[in-house]
């Protein structure tokens, strides 16, 4: 147990450091909208918390970045991006992307928002473990590579998935070149 929870520790900090780049950003005066659209509150004097939330703008930017790599690659797959509730904003299936690939990338962005870890680190992790594998499959979650969780300026606010080329580190480099945007 105690293995587990340092490894969701490691990932939570790798995605974070990820993840700097697109909380560094600044919107552009007259550019796209914030990722995220709600003002910060302060928390003390509040009986309600205000979150960061996935705007279906930032959802969308961000589908159309993994597109853009994704063609330029010329990989035909299936992107979507949640929120932090694992709840579908965006989907995209490009023309000639496998059939599958919509239920198997849904499955990544829902598990990558449940764990709020990259999907796959799991089997990452040296000798595979059944009965961890057995529970992930047993709550609905998926160990497939290529789920992304989206935390911006250290707030969680969704996650992002893509499916459909066959490769798991394909799937990983076009979601982060999303997030690095």
Known sequence: MKTSMWIRQAMVAVVAALAAPLAAQAPAS??????????????AKSTTLL??????AGA???????????????????????DRGANLIALKRMDGADLGSLQAALAK??????????????????TPNLPLATAFISAGLTLLAGGEPIF????????????????DQTYIKIALAALDR
């Open 152 to 167: 911006v300026k250290g707030a969680f606010v969704g996650a992002i998935a893509v499916s459909g080329t066959g490769d």
């Open 51 to 56: 979150v960061p939330t996935l705007s279906a």
């Open 60 to 82: 969308q930017r961000m589908v159309d970045a993994v597109t853009a790599e994704a063609e330029r690659t010329r990989n035909a797959v299936t992107i979507a991006v949640v």
């Open 109 to 126: 962005a829902s598990s990558a928002a449940k764990m709020q870890i990259p999907t796959g680190t799991f089997l990452e992790s040296g």
């Open 30 to 43: 007259g550019g796209p909208p914030p990722v995220f659209n709600r003002p910060p509150v302060d928390q």
